[in-house]
């Protein structure tokens, strides 16, 4: 249903952005759908990073406010995560979600590696 894609190598406090593409699935209700960006560095669990709601609410993890703006498009059904002053710490796979339920997301795309150079 989901497909991230921009990941890369970046140096520290370099940017990047990745897109996450709905399926033709899930078209239809995407608009409706709150859709999130997670994240899992080696060895770690995988954490929300953000949020948007169908309203346009966000909300971020303190490690990356003021830093990392999420995004929507529903026209093109797509969500985007800017990533700015990038950080070694920010190095991990990214996962975009949706289908929360209790909180926790049911559906999820492929990940997208992003590793930061220090």
């Known amino acids: 249903q989901l497909q991230a894609f921009g990941g890369g190598l970046v140096q520290a406090g370099g940017s990047l952005r990745l897109s996450c593409a709905a399926s033709a699935t899930i078209f239809s209700v995407f608009s409706r759908k709150t859709m999130g960006w997670y994240r899992q560095a080696p060895g770690k669990q995988r954490d929300l990073v953000a949020a948007i709601t169908s309203t346009g609410n966000t909300n971020y993890a303190d490690s990356v406010k003021g830093r990392f703006t999420i995004s929507r498009d529903n026209s093109k059904k797509r969500v985007y995560l800017q990533m700015n002053s990038l950080k070694p710490e920010d190095t991990a796979v990214y996962y975009c979600?949706?289908?929360?339920?209790?909180?926790?997301?049911?559906?999820w795309g492929q990940g997208t590696l992003v590793t930061v150079s220090s």
């Open positions: 979600a949706t289908d929360f339920l209790d909180g926790s997301p049911r559906s």
